[in-house]
């Protein structure tokens, strides 16, 4: 069964810092690997989507890396900034017979100091 | 760590028809529980959040008399699809967390939901 794991579980940083977010799997045969930010009280958004087949995938101050050998994925935060305050989620999604399964990490809680 | 459970991974189900998801914390006891909706190639979307002992609160635009939610235990959390239509097929994911402030999420794997 896939395990999700991310680290650090609470990051607090001043502003302006870069940062890296840390996510382990155990299987890896997988189909993509995603990134989710979560905001108190609301929905999980998406931030960055990781084809099996890619490395990385970068959308403005964020980079996602991506390592299936080795069941790693990091994402970097650069210059980071209060309103990147949020639970950032890590999700491995493996095909199935019955449609895509997602896996959850449990999250990183990232405060950014002003 | 902690496990969450939810069953049934998939169902079919014919017009009309209630489906009823469940969502279990096997080894914390939950004070809240999410449920999701995941569209096909969207992101995942917050039906609503349920406290233990509580009713749910909904998110604008999901139907609180369709979508049934009960927390009637610190373990167990309960979707419900009343008459389900077609429209309704997609994949629900339920989350639980142990505490309030930055506690962890803990996700289920998810069903998916066919409705013929």
């Known amino acids: 069964k896939q395990e999700v794991t991310q680290i650090p579980a609470a990051l607090s940083v001043p502003e302006g810092e870069n940062l890296v977010l840390n996510c382990s799997f155990t299987?890896?045969?997988?189909?993509?690997l995603q990134w989710f930010r979560q905001d108190p009280g609301k929905g999980l958004t998406s931030l960055l989507l990781i084809q099996s087949s890619q490395r990385e995938q970068t959308s403005g101050r964020l980079n996602a890396s991506l390592d299936k050998s080795s069941g790693r994925s990091t994402l970097y935060i650069a210059a980071s900034q209060p309103g990147d305050s949020a639970t950032y989620l890590c999700?491995?999604?493996?095909?199935?017979?019955?449609?895509?399964?997602?896996?959850f990490g449990t999250g990183t809680s990232l405060t950014v100091i002003p | 760590g902690a496990v969450v459970s939810q069953h049934p991974s998939w169902v079919i189900c014919k017009s009309g028809t209630s489906v009823k998801i469940e969502c279990r914390s096997l080894?914390?006891?939950?004070?809240?529980m999410f449920w999701y909706r995941q569209f096909p190639k969207q992101s995942l979307m917050l039906m609503a959040t349920?406290?233990?002992?509580?009713?749910?609160?909904?998110e604008q635009g999901v139907e609180k008399d369709k979508f049934l939610i009960n927390h009637a235990s610190l373990t167990l959390s309960t979707l419900t699809v009343t008459s389900a239509h077609p429209e309704d097929s997609s994949f629900y994911i339920c989350?639980?967390?142990?505490?309030?402030?930055?506690?962890?999420?803990?996700f289920g794997n998810g069903t998916r939901l066919t409705v013929t």
């Open positions: 989350s639980a967390r142990e505490w309030q402030g930055a506690s962890p999420l803990h």
């Open positions: 349920s406290n233990e002992g509580s009713k749910a609160t909904y």
């Open positions: 080894d914390f006891q939950a004070t809240t």
């Open positions: 999700a491995v999604i493996q095909a199935t017979n019955t449609g895509n399964q997602f896996y």
């Open positions: 299987d890896s045969a997988i189909y993509n």
